[in-house]
């Protein structure tokens, strides 16, 4: 089982579609977690952490739930713009005192007009 | 702040030639890594390192070195290239404090590199 799962996609929607991507995590000492995007052929960039708590920003609404090991990312009002990879990542502690950084293999995309 | 810049762009190797990946930041940064990540894949990690001095493997080191000399720099080399090391390359650097796990990684633009 890999350590950090996610539906590779391709997601298909129409502008203005609500759309929404979970993503599972197999270590339960899993600290921090993040969902960044990627846009085709550019390096990843952070789109914002997943807090305990759950966070908005804007369309984007990232939520964590820690009993199911699991983190979703839901985009409302979907714009063409937000096409895109979109990657989760988990940070894990590790018994050398640092940590670790997992990336998923990413969600794809692609918002029609 | 530039962030983290990488060169070259773009490269194409002959097999069995060598080349260094040059990676910079300038955000006090103590972690960097390298990342290669295939036509539709995931990045998968090849080195990093936690400071100056200090390296390690990731899950497909092999065919790479790195060295950490300063704080800024970490670059990767490739010995006697191969076509399987065609691929993108990211570096990426983050902050890490004891304890807490809360900081992001912030990447280069990447390089191409092919390998015939």
């Known amino acids: 089982r890999k350590e950090v799962e996610q539906d590779p996609g391709p997601f298909n929607v129409p502008e203005g579609a609500t759309v929404a991507f979970n993503c599972t995590y197999s270590?339960?000492?899993?600290?921090?977690f993040f969902w960044y995007r990627q846009d085709c052929r550019k390096e990843p960039k952070l789109l914002m952490s997943?807090?305990?708590s759950g966070n908005e920003d804007g369309r984007f609404t990232a939520q964590l739930n820690r009993a199911s090991q699991y983190i979703s990312l839901l985009i409302r009002d979907s714009k063409l713009s937000d096409s895109a990879t979109y990657l989760c990542v988990v940070n894990q502690f590790i018994n050398t005192g640092g940590f670790k950084t997992i990336f998923g293999a990413g969600t794809r995309l692609f918002v029609k007009a | 702040n530039a962030g983290v810049t990488q060169t070259p762009k773009f490269r194409i190797l002959k097999i069995g030639q060598s080349m260094t990946l040059q990676c910079t930041q300038d955000m006090n940064h103590n972690y960097m890594y390298w990342y290669r990540q295939d036509p539709g894949m995931g990045l998968k990690l090849i080195y990093y390192?936690?400071?100056?001095?200090?390296?390690d493997k990731g899950e497909v080191p092999n065919g790479y070195n790195v060295s950490r000399s300063t704080t800024e720099d970490f670059p990767l080399r490739l010995e006697l290239a191969a076509p399987s090391q065609t691929s993108v390359y990211f570096c990426a650097s983050s902050y890490q404090d004891t304890g807490d796990s809360s900081y992001e990684q912030y990447f280069g633009p990447g390089t191409r590199l092919t390998v015939t």
């Open positions: 997943v807090y305990s």
């Open positions: 270590n339960s000492a899993s600290q921090s």
């Open positions: 390192s936690v400071g100056a001095g200090i390296t």
